[in-house]
């Protein structure tokens, strides 16, 4: 199984032969077999990879992300034919009924203000029943918008009344962003694995944003990016250590239903046991996590 994340942060160029990638920097030579890489993260400009390279690491289910001028992804490369009845699945998701996303997502969004919750006590929040008492308060489809509530309510109870999303903490605001960029990029492989559209979503619907069902199915992990975050809240930028940290985050463990197992694993499932219930081929996901 595949299980090592590449990241690539100074000049280089990165190559193919035999079954291995091979980078060759300006003082070593590194060849990682193409078996073990679940994911590549391009993080500078400087680096070279050629057409032969990425055309064996898109065959072999590999994502590669590439990064802009400031380190930040701003794209990346999934195979055409992951899965042999994509056309087939497609047809499935256009007619995905009304009211069984409105269900699923009233799932996702309780499962992840659970999520929140439980991060909080983690670190000993003490003013968390206001945060608490939205669980009993979601409606089919989340309608009251429950989910924005509690982000009102929790992120400044883990880094700090001051704090505002997407505000002045550029800091924090920069790792988090980061995080859930290399978040929605694991769940957008996994959806294109599986044989779906990511434009379509159950909620979400951007009209530019290409990773609208990822952006769904991503919810309930997004705390385990922030426990990273929390870590790291007094640092003034996003270093190339702390982007290796977001990264290594595919790799933690959780428990979901009483089974451990990694992050890339939980996110597969969740994808699975989604498209299950929306395609009336399972039942309705009963999902209990500890992050």
Same mark, same amino acid.
């Given at each position: 199984?595949?299980?090592?994340?590449?990241?690539? @942060?100074?000049?280089?160029?990165?190559?193919?032969?035999? &079954?291995?990638?091979?980078?060759?920097?300006?003082?070593? /030579?590194?060849?990682?077999?193409?078996?073990?890489?679940?994911?590549? /993260?391009?993080?500078?400009?400087? %680096?070279?990879?050629?057409?032969?390279?990425?055309?064996?690491?898109?065959? $072999?289910?590999?994502?590669?992300?590439?990064?802009?001028?400031?380190?930040?992804?701003?794209?990346?490369?999934?195979?055409?034919?992951?899965?042999?009845?994509? &056309?087939?699945?497609? =047809?499935?998701?256009?007619?995905?009924? @009304?009211?069984?996303?409105?269900?699923?997502?009233?799932?996702? /969004?309780?499962?992840?203000?659970?999520?929140?919750?439980?991060?909080?006590?983690?670190?000993?929040?003490?003013?968390?029943?206001?945060? &608490?008492?939205?669980?009993?308060?979601?409606?089919?489809?989340? @309608?009251?918008?429950?989910?924005?509530?509690?982000?009102?309510?929790?992120?400044? +109870?883990?880094?700090?009344?001051?704090?505002?999303? $997407?505000?002045?903490?550029?800091?924090?605001?920069?790792?988090?962003?980061?995080?859930?960029?290399?978040?929605?990029?694991?769940?957008?492989?996994?959806?294109? %694995?599986?044989?779906?559209?990511?434009?379509? %979503?159950? =909620? =979400?619907?951007?009209?530019?944003? =290409?990773?609208?069902?990822?952006?769904?199915?991503?919810?309930?992990? +997004?705390?385990?990016?922030?426990?990273? /975050?929390?870590?790291?809240?007094?640092?003034?930028?996003?270093?190339?250590?702390?982007?290796?940290?977001?990264?290594?985050?595919?790799?933690?463990?959780? &428990?979901?239903?009483?089974?451990?197992?990694?992050?890339?694993? %939980?996110?597969?499932?969740?994808?699975?046991?989604?498209?299950?219930?929306?395609?009336?081929?399972?039942?309705?996901?009963?999902?209990?996590?500890?992050?």
């Amino acid at each position: 199984m595949a299980w090592r994340n590449i990241v690539i @942060t100074q000049h280089c160029k990165i190559k193919y032969k035999l &079954n291995q990638l091979v980078v060759q920097t300006d003082s070593d /030579v590194y060849q990682i077999p193409l078996e073990d890489i679940q994911a590549i /993260v391009i993080t500078t400009t400087r %680096a070279v990879i050629t057409t032969y390279a990425i055309a064996e690491i898109i065959k $072999s289910g590999i994502k590669i992300v590439f990064s802009d001028l400031n380190g930040a992804p701003i794209g990346e490369i999934n195979a055409y034919h992951l899965n042999s009845n994509r &056309n087939q699945n497609i =047809h499935k998701q256009i007619e995905w009924g @009304t009211n069984d996303k409105a269900l699923l997502w009233s799932k996702i /969004v309780k499962c992840k203000i659970q999520n929140q919750v439980a991060l909080l006590n983690e670190y000993r929040v003490t003013d968390i029943e206001s945060i &608490n008492a939205l669980l009993a308060t979601i409606e089919v489809g989340d @309608t009251s918008n429950r989910e924005a509530v509690a982000a009102r309510l929790y992120f400044p +109870r883990l880094f700090g009344n001051d704090f505002v999303r $997407s505000g002045e903490n550029i800091g924090i605001n920069d790792m988090l962003d980061y995080g859930y960029s290399i978040l929605a990029a694991a769940v957008a492989r996994e959806i294109s %694995a599986a044989g779906y559209l990511t434009e379509l %979503a159950i =909620h =979400h619907e951007g009209p530019h944003n =290409h990773y609208n069902l990822a952006s769904d199915f991503m919810e309930p992990f +997004r705390p385990i990016i922030d426990r990273t /975050v929390k870590r790291y809240a007094m640092e003034a930028q996003l270093t190339n250590e702390i982007k290796f940290e977001l990264i290594d985050v595919l790799n933690q463990s959780l &428990n979901i239903n009483g089974k451990e197992m990694l992050l890339t694993q %939980a996110i597969g499932d969740i994808v699975r046991t989604s498209v299950g219930y929306l395609n009336h081929e399972s039942a309705f996901p009963d999902w209990n996590f500890e992050i």
